[in-house]
Every structure is written in structure tokens, then in C-alpha cells.
């Protein structure tokens, strides 16, 4: 279905109005409730269509996946943040979530992990809130491995975040 309904492609400039929407939109829907809501909102505020024009026209542009034509994710990724041994990194992958469970995020993942591979990275590891039950089984469904673990602040808040990974 994803292969007839969904189309992958770079983003450009044009798209910055909604990828800022979607940010907005998604990361509301993953995060209320884990994420203090003053720092959520604090850091959707910092994704502002001036922030997506930029990202769609830098050297590691996001991914964008349309279904029928309209965007209904986005992946950004590049050479992992920390050492160690994978070296490519999903850094984002969100669907807005009228998209999420028909099969699109893989399809997205799959695109994400391709450009990965064909820029020779060996290995690939992405990161999620651990209270984001959503998105780890996401991962584990994708065949990723828990690789690590670690704290986030978030304000006074400390949440746990794991790294799944892939040979």
C-alpha cells in the first residue's frame, strides 16, 4: 500500500509552513503528558517555519513523506552524534498522527536508513523517550536492538531516553 499511496522526497523550501505544522502537531501528540508542558511548548515554539526554511535549504536536508500528495512525515538524519560504533543517526521521525499506524513510518524509516547507507554510514541507531511507548515499539517492530540509556533534563524533570540500533 505505502508504495502506491506514499512518495518520499527532500524537502524544500516551500515546504518550511508545514513541516513547522507538522512539528507542531506531532511532537504535541507524543509528548503531552511526558514532556512539561512549558518546555514542550517552549521547544515547538523554536521550530517556527523560519527554522524549517532553513533546515530544507542546509546540506542535510529532512525527508518528507507526502500520502496522496499531502506531508505526512518528515525524517531528519546524518552522521551519528556520538562516537561509537554506528555511525548514521536518525535524529527525528515524526508522522502527523491522523498517519500514524498504516504503515507510512516505515516507509519512511526504510528512505531515512537508505540515504544512510548509500552515504556509507556502517550501523545506524536512533534515539526516543522511553515514556514514548509509541515510538520504541516502533523501533523494536523495525528490528532494533536497545543499545544504551540515558537521562534527559527537561527542567526539573529527568526522562529516560534508550538508543535503538542496527548493524
Not at 28 to 36: K, T
Not at 62 to 86: C, K, N, Q
Not at 119 to 141: H, K, M, Q, T
Request: proline share 4%; hydrophobic share 40%.
Amino acid at each position: 500500500m505505502a508504495d502506491e499511496f506514499a512518495k518520499v522526497r527532500t524537502a524544500a523550501e516551500k515546504d518550511a509552513d508545514v513541516l513547522a505544522s507538522l512539528f507542531r502537531e506531532s511532537w504535541q501528540h507524543a509528548y503531552r503528558g511526558i514532556i512539561p508542558h512549558s518546555h514542550l511548548e517552549r521547544m515547538i515554539s523554536r521550530r517556527d517555519e523560519c527554522y524549517w526554511r532553513h533546515a530544507a535549504t542546509s546540506q542535510s536536508r529532512p525527508l518528507i513523506l507526502e500520502a496522496d500528495r499531502i506531508v505526512a512525515g518528515y525524517a531528519t538524519f546524518g552522521r551519528a552524534r556520538r562516537r561509537g560504533p554506528y555511525e548514521g543517526e536518525i535524529y527525528e521521525l515524526y508522522m502527523a498522527p491522523v498517519y500514524q499506524g498504516l504503515g507510512l513510518g516505515e516507509h519512511l524509516f526504510e528512505a531515512a536508513r537508505q540515504r544512510l547507507d548509500e552515504a556509507g554510514a556502517r550501523g545506524l541507531v536512533v534515539w526516543a523517550l522511553s515514556d514514548n511507548l509509541p515510538a520504541c515499539e516502533f523501533y523494536i517492530r523495525r528490528g532494533g536492538r536497545a543499545v544504551a540509556r540515558t537521562v534527559e533534563r527537561f527542567g526539573p524533570v529527568r526522562l529516560p531516553k534508550t538508543a535503538y540500533a542496527w548493524q
